[in-house]
């Protein structure tokens, strides 16, 4: 058996049914492998930074390992991005690398023609990365990088190959023991002492929720204890129709949502990193006011200080099966509920503008199958607010914590691959410009991808910022340096349909399709909250009296 | 005196009048003081990649210091690439990236959102990388950053500011001391001695020439001493048309020059790092017959062994000032010439095919002071050919070391910028791909940039690659999972001219336009050398007998 047999071998027994990439000299053996299999298949993107970005929309949509793949020199450095967000928002993602060189001397400047020290540039930004010089060592180092990559929290590994690895013969291996282990649920004890005493707790819940499949189980416990559910963004479609979630949470988070985190006097985090700015005043009063407990699966993760918290590090499924098993409930649920559910039905209709009100049609007319994939600025905060006004349960997929403008293209790709069903990609202008090679992706395959467009003719968010900072603009806007392409004549040269949005377009998504929504370019992001204001206090503000009236709830 | 300020002042003191990047929050400071100045310019790029492009064609063709910025996160990762080209080829670029958070705390996986270790991921790719958390430091690193990057063998380097350091008040400085220092000439001596017993020297020059400034002397080396000049490929503009110069060598190279450094007994290596395929079987006989004098500036490269050789670290510039100085010459010089002479005269002709002709017809068509920017692939090799045949003397930019394909749109731009005259952009339907959104850039500034794209619907490197070593191919034709999009319309989108490649298209380039070059897509690249034979016998191999007298002389 090969290196590259082993290796294909390894990725079909883990489930991935997609590899994406380009093809260069050092790493032919592995594709021509991946070509000859019937259960896997070989994808060629247009650019490294979208293989990357496809291999993490698949693996976020099924959380199931994916690959990219790419040749040695600026094959493998155009990958640093799609990694970096894959490490952020803890995807499985394996990256296949060759070198062909048996050695870096890292005292030069060239050890050989495009060899690189891919693990020291990679190693902060992968759970694991190793550079494999022997076929003695590959399969093992295989095993393990997988391993680590699926386990604990999830994220991405790199192999870089010695490429005569790929042809030689390996020796046979004995199985490989996993190398990560967890602590054993410990936290529900705490949490039901912590119950008995808390007149309004919460449910913080956040991707950790879809890292370890407990959507359903989630939403059981809901239902069961009588405890209402928050969510951060990006993570509103864990549980969406359920009665006891009510909205995301953060500086531009869904009023009602942040009204009753204001509220709790106990929070329980379940997969979620406390990520919103805690450190400002909007947000302090809730450290003052409410107890946090945090169930967390990343042990660098649960280093973080928040001020009266106190951590567990557990599989947030084990804790939700635990605390199922354990019968929770507390005693004023009534009356918390009728508080929740009072700030839903006053506060849901406020705050929905032009963007969120052509984003929430459009998701109320797509099917149940249709994966969202978001990318990043102003429309991805607009599609969130959509998401939730729409009372859809469709997957929606972000680059949530590295911010990867341009990922929507790539992480569409994966996402129909992981799913085999149509994708909505909603997108910016900036955004689309940056990746805009991979259309050629999507149209030469005919993927039932929808492309959303958002065109604001500018880059709405750093423009508000200029604007707030400096009082003018600089490079965001038409005529300071900005600018767009004619994308009904870009969508032409690759040929996808081009049509402007109008009600219905995203019934049926059967082919590749650009939909331009033009956006006035002076939409600002809102609403949000002012500096120093509390965070349940956004603009644009409420009535005073309204507002009195609920926040004394 | 804020950072912000000092920065953008040593920027101009050093020459740079073009900044190249994408605004994000922590780094609007310094847009600001850019776009406050007369004397030194902002441009918005698309995608962060062809940012550092820009930067690194500025750079390569002016020899001054550019810069390329990005914002934290995904924008520093999006420069990875062209860093690493700039690495490997010398080019002084200074990267300006910005951070949030005072300190990294290496054991967990977030510090803060979107922030990085950047130093930890660019140190192996940057003559300097430094994080710069406070005020009081920052003048002494902007000015040992600087000073590192053009100093000595010159390349990129980057700081990485807390972003509040722009806006502080920083201290004054003393001026900061040079951190290189470089040997005295010491080999003129030793090449002086050995000239003495050589029958056939010849200089083989490289890009250290142009570091160096040097082409106007190296050419008056070459008259007053009758020693005939090789260079490698991507060397070709440094006195191209010289009698003395008689093409560059390699496994893809101009059969005469290959010729020519079968026959020498005395190689004398000015700038050049001796790069060509070392190990092979078509190259070992040269260590055999040849002694190699090596001029080094770089330690790193000097510690490389090549066989036969003895390297002396010194700017290239001094030693050949001190050669002229010395009036150097051989004894049998008459002989080698008029063998040289005969090689050229027989062979000049062969080898080129129909994209050799296309652009050497292009070639001849331009103005002297169009800079010819190639991309990476099989156009690149057909440009250097063409520009041999062309016997034009125009500057030529290549990603000569690192071969980063998809270079040549930023590098085009950033050389635009440097040079304030046309370009005339050669590249590959792949190449042209990759980085496609920067039409936009190119597009609404309505740059003097002409783009040549030679396509032949296939990534044709790596399909003879694929053909040679598998007999079939995969992702890289039309049909194995590789396509193209309708350039035209890909053209018209960015509002860019569109026309077929037709003589005399590039006689004046006043306005941005893409001229396509339809290629049929079985040309392979040729000649080149077949496996296990001698340097100078490249396939197609000429007639035997003139081969047999040729290599006799």
Redesign the interface.
Known sequence: MTGAEFLVDHLVKLGDTDVFG????VV?DF??EL?RREDIS???S??E?CAGFAASGYAQLSGKLCVAYATK??GI??L??PV??A??DGSPVLIVTAHSEKSI??????TG??E??TV??????TKYAVRIDSAAAFPFEIKKACSIAIEG?K?PVLIDVLSSVFSENIPDIKSHESVMSYEPVSSTDYIIERLKTSRRPIFLIGDGIHQSAAENKIRELADKSNIPVLSSRCSEDVMPTSDMYFGYIGSHGIRCANFILSKADLIIALGN?L?FPINSASFKPIYENAEIIRIEY?E??A??HIPNSRCFIENVADTINELLRRDICYTESDMWISICKRLKNELFESDINIPTHILSEAFKSIKDNVTIVND?GNNEFWSSRAYIHAGISNRALYSK??????CSLGKSIGAYYASKAPVLCVTGD?GL?????E??FI??HRLPIAILLLNNSS?GM?RD??RN??GRV???TQGS??????????A????IEYTEYTAGVFTKIDSPILVEAMIDEDIALAPNIPKGNKCQNLAPELDKKLFDELDKL
């Open positions: 380009i093809p260069g000299g032919l594709l021509y070509d070989a994808h060629l247009f650019h930074q020199g600026p450095t155009n640093l991005t970096a967000d490490y952020s001397d890292k005292t030069v400047r060239f023609e495009q690189l020290d020291d540039i990679f190693k902060s930004v929290r994220g990193r990520a990343d660098s993760e280093k973080r990043v914590c590295f911010g990867a403008l341009g900036q410009q940056l990746n805009s090679q259309l050629q149209g030469m880059s750093i910022r200029e900072r400096y600089v490079h965001t340096g900005y600018g767009t392409p004619d994308f009904e004549k870009l032409e040269a690759y040929g």
